[in-house]
């Protein structure tokens, strides 16, 4: 039997440059979250934990309002790329993006909370701006567990199905990634494909925890 | 100089105490020390003036530029104090060495921003200075704790802040480094010009560094004075006990006599001569004050004569050159090594307190 790959290659291109956003956006919010300066921090919480708590189709109803080509953005979208973003495997990208970027929150925030203050107390009597101390002394302290959210986060963009089903779609060789794969494969009985994708996409999702684990430091004993 | 009089209401601590601090305090040039126990407010102080602690009123001024102001809302960012602040654990950043360290510090600095030419200069003088040289492309972690608290010391001053706090910065050093910190900082002192802070609960750095000494309890200073002074005469009981070097013995004036300058004491059943003690009157319950140094201690042979005591040896304490001997009726007296060995096994003793030495508080 001869096994398409697409959803595959896709699905990683997709985790891939949805990583990269994750990480950036993620990185700010981080920043506004561990940051006491900053005013409304638990409205701002109460957000990135918002798309946890929906259900995939809700939140993909949500991107299909906010993102269709009656709306600014995509109005906005489709004036600068020259094409509308639903249905194209760019959505996908945007349906990973904020599957996983809470996880990635949640993650970089702990270790970065537990980063000892008296470094950045002593940042702050040096003069150094809050950003700097962000960037210069708390990010690399945690680099690690930072890579380690990475991981957790790249994993994570590959594994969403409902949003990306509702705003991507399921068109072979355009938008169709590895989960609807898995998805078109059972509902067409074809059990074999379905057991490859299922191995694949598991053995990967089961690396990346592997090696976000041992990216972890290490606790000392007792 | 700094002044400060600030107020500060802490939540409950966890034995469900209140936590308060009602300060009052200005410091001159030179080193000041905060001496205080453990939580008597010494850190919370050096926090409140550089800024990682909002008091509830009050105002505090660093020379003539106003730090905060609780009337007017004035609260500078800890950015803005320019205040050296060396917390007791060290803060140098673990992952940058100690070069980095310095040249961070010298890059926060923005007004005015330094070219980088300069930076670079200012970091190399800076390790030449304090000796750094050598462990200057080493982390924290890998020099020894005295190399990592020459390091702080370099890291604050680099950028000429306007007053060095120091918390607690001899507890963690071995004796001979001890006396390697008091001439650094004795000599930063000299080099810089900066006025210092420090809090510290050890007698001896007091005497060792201080010029002036603000006694801390419970949030608030209840004396200040040169140290020897403060050592010397204790303004009140409570500052006898902080400073923790005191004899206190609960005792009652039975007579005064100004014209020959002296008094009588009774002490729980014997009665003690005492100078003249101005402002107290015939019959005043008061605590009696004596350095266990200013007591001499003999052996027991026929009665007690005047001014002495007969006690019981409970324990002696050997330490490098005294020997702290431990007596009935909670007495402590101190006596030179040599003086002891001769009557280390005796059990019954003589205690002698000069009047001239005796303190009415």
Same mark, same amino acid.
């Given at each position: 039997?001869?096994?398409?790959?697409?959803?595959?290659?896709?699905?990683?291109?997709?985790?891939?440059?949805?990583?990269?956003?994750?990480?950036?956006?993620?990185?700010?919010?981080?920043?506004?979250?561990?940051?006491?300066?900053?005013?409304?921090?638990?409205?701002?919480?109460?957000?990135?934990?918002?798309?946890?708590?929906?259900?995939?189709?809700?939140?993909?109803?949500?991107?299909?309002?906010?993102?269709?080509?009656?709306?600014?953005?995509?109005?906005?979208?489709?004036?600068?790329?020259?094409?509308?973003?639903?249905?194209?495997?760019?959505?996908?990208?945007?349906?990973?993006?904020?599957?996983?970027?809470?996880?990635?929150?949640?993650?970089?925030?702990?270790?970065?909370?537990?980063?000892?203050?008296?470094?950045?107390?002593?940042?702050?009597?040096?003069?150094?701006?809050?950003?700097?101390?962000?960037?210069?002394?708390?990010?690399?302290?945690?680099?690690?567990?930072?890579?380690?959210?990475?991981?957790?986060?790249?994993?994570?963009?590959?594994?969403?199905?409902?949003?990306?089903?509702?705003?991507?779609?399921?068109?072979?060789?355009?938008?169709?990634?590895?989960?609807?794969?898995?998805?078109?494969?059972?509902?067409?009985?074809?059990?074999?494909?379905?057991?490859?994708?299922?191995?694949?996409?598991?053995?990967?999702?089961?690396?990346?925890?592997?090696?976000?684990?041992?990216?972890?430091?290490?606790?000392?004993?007792? | 100089?700094?002044?400060?009089? $600030?107020?500060?209401?802490?939540?409950?601590?966890? &034995?469900?105490?209140?936590?308060?601090?009602?300060?009052? *305090?200005?410091?001159?040039?030179?080193?000041?020390? *905060?001496?205080?126990?453990?939580?008597?407010?010494?850190?919370?102080?050096?926090?409140?003036?550089? !800024?990682?602690?909002?008091? +509830?009123?009050?105002?505090?001024?660093?020379? @003539?530029?106003?730090?905060? +102001?609780?009337?007017?809302?004035? &609260?500078?960012?800890?950015?803005?104090?320019?205040?050296?602040?060396?917390?007791?654990?060290?803060?140098?950043?673990?992952?940058?060495?100690?070069?980095? &360290?310095?040249?961070?510090? =010298?890059?926060?600095?923005?007004?005015?921003?330094?070219?980088?030419?300069?930076?670079?200069?200012?970091?190399? %003088?800076?390790?030449?200075?304090?000796?750094?040289?050598?462990?200057?492309?080493?982390?924290?972690? %890998? =020099?020894?704790? %005295?190399?990592?608290?020459?390091?702080?010391?370099?890291?604050?001053?680099?950028?000429?802040?306007?007053?060095?706090?120091?918390?607690?910065?001899?507890?963690?050093? @071995?004796?001979? /480094?001890?006396?390697?910190?008091?001439? *650094? #900082?004795?000599?930063?002192?000299? @080099?810089?010009?900066?006025? =210092? *802070? /420090?809090?510290?609960? +050890?007698?001896? $750095?007091?005497?060792?560094?201080?010029?002036?000494?603000?006694?801390?309890?419970?949030?608030?200073? #209840?004396?200040?004075?040169?140290?020897?002074?403060?050592?010397?005469?204790?303004?009140?009981?409570?500052?006898?006990?902080?400073?923790?070097?005191?004899?206190?013995?609960?005792?009652?004036?039975?007579?005064?006599?100004?014209?020959?300058?002296?008094?009588? /004491?009774?002490?729980?059943?014997?009665? #003690?001569?005492?100078?003249?003690?101005?402002?107290?009157?015939?019959?005043?319950? $008061?605590?009696?004050?004596?350095?266990?140094?200013?007591?001499?201690?003999?052996?027991?042979?026929?009665?007690? !004569?005047?001014?002495?005591?007969?006690?019981?040896?409970?324990?002696?304490?050997?330490?490098?050159?005294? =020997?702290? /001997?431990?007596?009935?009726?909670?007495?402590?007296?101190?006596?030179?090594?040599?003086?002891?060995?001769?009557?280390?096994? &005796?059990?019954?003793?003589?205690?002698?307190?000069?009047?001239?030495?005796?303190?009415? #508080?």
């Amino acid at each position: 039997m001869k096994v398409d790959w697409f959803p595959l290659w896709l699905s990683l291109r997709v985790a891939a440059l949805s990583t990269i956003l994750t990480s950036a956006i993620g990185l700010w919010l981080v920043y506004l979250l561990t940051n006491r300066e900053v005013r409304g921090r638990r409205v701002l919480e109460a957000i990135v934990t918002f798309p946890l708590l929906l259900p995939p189709t809700v939140l993909g109803y949500y991107l299909l309002v906010l993102l269709g080509q009656a709306s600014p953005l995509g109005k906005f979208y489709e004036w600068v790329f020259g094409h509308p973003l639903l249905f194209t495997w760019q959505a996908a990208i945007v349906a990973a993006f904020i599957h996983s970027t809470p996880i990635f929150v949640k993650f970089a925030r702990v270790p970065l909370e537990n980063v000892s203050p008296i470094y950045q107390k002593a940042a702050r009597a040096l003069g150094a701006s809050e950003w700097r101390i962000f960037w210069r002394i708390s990010l690399p302290l945690v680099g690690r567990s930072l890579l380690a959210a990475v991981m957790i986060a790249f994993a994570r963009s590959l594994g969403d199905f409902g949003m990306t089903i509702m705003i991507a779609g399921n068109v072979p060789h355009h938008t169709q990634t590895l989960s609807v794969a898995v998805y078109e494969a059972v509902e067409k009985g074809n059990g074999v494909l379905a057991r490859i994708l299922v191995l694949v996409i598991s053995a990967i999702a089961l690396a990346a925890s592997y090696a976000a684990a041992r990216l972890e430091p290490k606790r000392a004993a007792g | 100089m700094i002044t400060a009089r $600030v107020k500060k209401q802490l939540s409950p601590g966890p &034995n469900g105490s209140d936590v308060k601090l009602e300060i009052d *305090l200005q410091t001159r040039q030179g080193i000041t020390a *905060l001496y205080g126990a453990a939580g008597s407010g010494k850190t919370m102080v050096l926090e409140a003036i550089a !800024g990682f602690l909002t008091p +509830d009123e009050g105002r505090i001024l660093l020379e @003539d530029s106003i730090l905060f +102001d609780a009337a007017s809302g004035v &609260n500078l960012p800890p950015q803005r104090r320019r205040c050296g602040w060396i917390p007791q654990e060290c803060s140098l950043f673990p992952h940058m060495t100690l070069q980095e &360290n310095l040249a961070f510090a =010298v890059t926060c600095l923005t007004s005015p921003r330094l070219p980088r030419l300069e930076r670079h200069r200012r970091v190399k %003088e800076t390790l030449q200075r304090f000796g750094l040289k050598d462990a200057a492309g080493k982390r924290p972690h %890998e =020099v020894p704790r %005295e190399v990592r608290q020459r390091c702080s010391f370099a890291r604050a001053v680099i950028c000429m802040p306007r007053v060095v706090l120091l918390d607690e910065p001899a507890q963690r050093l @071995d004796p001979p /480094l001890k006396t390697e910190f008091y001439q *650094l #900082l004795r000599q930063i002192q000299k @080099d810089f010009r900066i006025p =210092v *802070l /420090l809090a510290t609960r +050890d007698p001896e $750095v007091c005497f060792e560094l201080a010029e002036d000494l603000l006694v801390l309890h419970e949030g608030r200073v #209840l004396q200040r004075g040169i140290p020897r002074a403060v050592f010397d005469q204790p303004a009140t009981v409570e500052v006898a006990r902080i400073l923790g070097t005191f004899n206190l013995l609960p005792a009652t004036i039975t007579a005064l006599d100004p014209v020959l300058k002296t008094s009588r /004491l009774r002490v729980s059943d014997f009665d #003690l001569m005492g100078p003249y003690f101005p402002g107290r009157l015939r019959g005043d319950n $008061v605590t009696l004050c004596i350095r266990p140094d200013e007591l001499t201690a003999m052996p027991r042979e026929g009665k007690p !004569g005047p001014n002495q005591l007969a006690a019981q040896l409970v324990r002696f304490t050997e330490r490098l050159s005294i =020997v702290r /001997l431990e007596f009935t009726g909670n007495i402590t007296v101190e006596l030179a090594r040599a003086e002891f060995e001769r009557y280390r096994h &005796n059990k019954d003793w003589l205690i002698h307190f000069p009047p001239q030495y005796l303190r009415a #508080l």
